[in-house]
């Protein structure tokens, strides 16, 4: 009997890409011999929940196509199960996809790395009920995403440009309360980020240095800063050059509760729920089929 393969896709995903990645990997895994099983559902919650029925049902492999969020999807779906998780990317930040080294903008490598089977088992971060592999944003970011999700016009990267904008005018810190394994501290910042790995919004580094398999998550803090630093600094999260800025810390902690007044928290890049949150780290949680690690 040939194996199966749960396969969760996302037509929006990479402006429209996602539908035509799909029926692509589709056709790639089937001509490799295995029994495709596509799933689609009419929005997210449907999707999660179809997703959800087959990894209960004893599905051993879930394949995602689509960027991080709906690797998050994923995520929730596999849940506590020991499911494998694959991913085929058609999505805009696709910062999953760089972590595990799968190949990008083309289907055919993605679909090989699926069909070689290699596992990289890594932790993943979890708050509530909810699983996230990147970051979780907690600050001016995050404030950011809510605006721009409440906005009908104009549709796209723009929509993210006059929402960074607009907060932008009344940027002010934010007083945080943080548990730190255990140990309180109250501060102000313009930001807080709970990183599993080290990037996130399309390859901003802002906790530049996870590791996915430490057991550890890193806790970024960013320095109350004036309009004017926070736009000089802000092209360093893609090179991870912030870190150098004396407005930067990490902790690297197993626990941390985040807590400010106004503060919907961001993970993954879907809207999680306001602080506060307490975030644990769940060590060797996922099984992600990757290229095998080379070493030099």
Same mark, same amino acid.
């Given at each position: =009997?040939?194996?199966?393969?749960?396969?969760?896709?996302?037509?929006?995903?990479?402006?429209?890409?996602?539908?035509?990645?799909?029926?692509?990997?589709?056709?790639?895994?089937?001509?490799?011999?295995?029994?495709?099983?596509?799933?689609?559902?009419?929005?997210?919650?449907?999707?999660?929940?179809?997703?959800?029925?087959?990894?209960?049902?004893?599905?051993?492999?879930?394949?995602?196509?689509?960027?991080?969020?709906?690797?998050?999807?994923?995520?929730?779906?596999?849940?506590?199960?020991?499911?494998?998780?694959?991913?085929?990317?058609?999505?805009?930040?696709?910062?999953?996809?760089?972590?595990?080294?799968? #190949?990008?903008?083309?289907?055919?490598?993605?679909?090989?790395?699926?069909?070689?089977?290699?596992?990289?088992?890594?932790?993943?971060?979890?708050?509530?009920?909810?699983?996230?592999?990147?970051?979780?944003?907690?600050?001016?970011?995050?404030?950011?995403?809510?605006?721009?999700?409440?906005?009908?016009?104009?549709?796209?990267?723009?929509?993210?440009?006059?929402?960074?904008?607009?907060?932008?005018?009344?940027?002010?810190?934010? #007083?945080?309360?943080?548990?730190?394994?255990?140990?309180?501290?109250?501060?102000?910042?313009?930001?807080?980020?709970?990183?599993?790995?080290?990037?996130?919004?399309?390859?901003?580094?802002?906790?530049?240095?996870?590791?996915?398999?430490?057991?550890?998550?890193?806790?970024?803090?960013?320095?109350? =800063?004036?309009?004017?630093?926070?736009?000089?600094?802000?092209?360093?999260?893609?090179?991870?050059?912030?870190?150098?800025? #004396?407005?930067?810390?990490?902790?690297?902690?197993?626990?941390?509760?985040?807590?400010? #007044?106004?503060?919907?928290?961001?993970?993954?890049?879907?809207?999680?729920?306001?602080?506060?949150?307490?975030?644990?780290?769940?060590?060797?949680?996922?099984?992600?089929?990757?290229?095998?690690?080379?070493?030099?």
């Amino acid at each position: =009997m040939a194996q199966q393969i749960v396969l969760l896709s996302n037509p929006t995903s990479g402006k429209g890409a996602g539908a035509r990645i799909g029926v692509q990997a589709a056709e790639r895994l089937r001509a490799r011999g295995y029994d495709v099983l596509e799933v689609r559902g009419r929005d997210a919650e449907d999707a999660l929940s179809l997703a959800s029925s087959r990894v209960e049902g004893g599905a051993d492999t879930l394949v995602v196509v689509g960027g991080d969020g709906m690797v998050h999807l994923a995520l929730q779906a596999i849940g506590g199960s020991r499911a494998r998780l694959g991913l085929v990317p058609a999505g805009t930040g696709n910062d999953v996809a760089r972590y595990f080294d799968i #190949p990008r903008g083309d289907v055919d490598a993605a679909v090989d790395v699926i069909v070689a089977g290699h596992e990289r088992v890594t932790d993943l971060a979890v708050t509530g009920d909810r699983r996230y592999v990147t970051v979780l944003a907690a600050g001016f970011d995050a404030v950011v995403n809510e605006r721009a999700n409440a906005m009908r016009w104009p549709r796209g990267q723009a929509r993210y440009t006059l929402a960074t904008l607009a907060e932008l005018r009344t940027l002010r810190p934010i #007083p945080y309360t943080l548990e730190l394994d255990g140990r309180t501290e109250h501060l102000e910042a313009t930001m807080v980020a709970v990183g599993n790995g080290p990037s996130f919004g399309g390859g901003l580094r802002i906790t530049e240095g996870a590791e996915l398999d430490d057991g550890l998550l890193d806790v970024v803090v960013i320095a109350p =800063m004036s309009r004017r630093e926070l736009l000089r600094t802000y092209p360093k999260l893609f090179r991870g050059t912030h870190v150098h800025h #004396p407005g930067f810390r990490r902790e690297r902690v197993r626990r941390v509760t985040v807590a400010a #007044p106004g503060i919907t928290a961001y993970a993954d890049g879907e809207r999680v729920a306001a602080l506060p949150l307490t975030i644990e780290v769940a060590p060797a949680a996922l099984r992600m089929l990757a290229p095998e690690r080379t070493t030099t």
